[in-house]
């Protein structure tokens, strides 16, 4: 079956510490999204990419990278310099850069990342 | 500021009883509208859309929300609620090519 696998589901994270979020997709879609959602905020967008070897920030990229090295992955890390990491992750992704076609964004089950 | 709201942060119901989660939104231009829903400890299933044409929109799992551009509103119903409808509910458009999502309303339909 086609769709987006996130893993790990749980990640927990140390003090100064990098940890990476792993997306991967199989349905040929173009586009990807990362966005993480707290309680009563609804999602926010970190990064998207509309294509491979190209990303850009959201609205709340400070404190994460990602990289869209091959079409069916994009990865995203959570550094150190983000002072409030635990939160739910969520990735997903559409045909087309949303706007530019009106399908439907597809999601990943998330990553829930805490701080030990 | 480009926004989408729902008023409601929860939504009770009885089920069999008819449901609605509100959503407006406040965006230029013509808008591609989302609803979504979501299950504890899960990511978001894609429930229907407008994008042009008739106001009335069917989706999954017998849901439609009705498109009224004189009150930028895209309200979510159901005729019957089912226990099993008992989610997290977000409200979507699409603004520069990105989503721009509600903060969410939770439904609670009780037996």
């Known amino acids: 079956d086609g769709g987006i696998t996130q893993s790990p589901k749980y990640l927990f994270r140390k003090e100064g510490q990098n940890v990476t979020l792993s997306c991967e997709q199989n349905l040929n879609h173009d586009a990807m999204y990362w966005y993480r959602q707290d309680p009563g905020q609804g999602l926010r967008l970190i990064y998207y990419?509309?294509?491979?070897?190209?990303?850009q920030k959201g609205d709340i990229a400070e404190g994460y990278s990602v990289s869209r090295e091959k079409k069916e992955s994009f990865p995203l890390t959570v550094t150190s310099a983000q002072k409030n990491p635990t939160a739910f992750y969520l990735c997903?992704?559409?045909?087309?850069?949303?706007?530019?076609?009106?399908?439907?964004?597809?999601f990943g089950d998330g990553t829930r990342l805490s701080i030990l | 500021a480009q926004s989408v709201a729902q008023p409601e942060d929860q939504v009770n119901v009885a089920e069999g009883n008819p449901l609605t989660v509100k959503c407006t939104y406040s965006?230029?231009?013509?808008?591609?509208l989302f609803w979504y829903v979501q299950y504890p400890n899960r990511g978001l299933q894609f429930l229907l859309k407008?994008?042009?044409?008739?106001?009335l929109v069917k989706g999954s799992y017998g849901f439609e929300a009705e498109f009224n551009k004189s009150q930028t509103s895209f309200h979510l119903k159901k005729p019957s609620a089912l226990v099993s409808d008992s989610a997290l509910y977000f409200c979507a458009v699409t603004v520069g090519g990105k989503l721009i999502f509600g903060q969410g309303t939770e439904l609670s339909v009780k037996p």
């Open positions: 997903a992704s559409s045909y087309r850069l949303q706007g530019a076609g009106n399908q439907p964004q597809h």
């Open positions: 965006v230029s231009g013509n808008p591609y």
């Open positions: 990419s509309q294509i491979v070897n190209d990303f």
């Open positions: 407008y994008i042009t044409g008739d106001n």
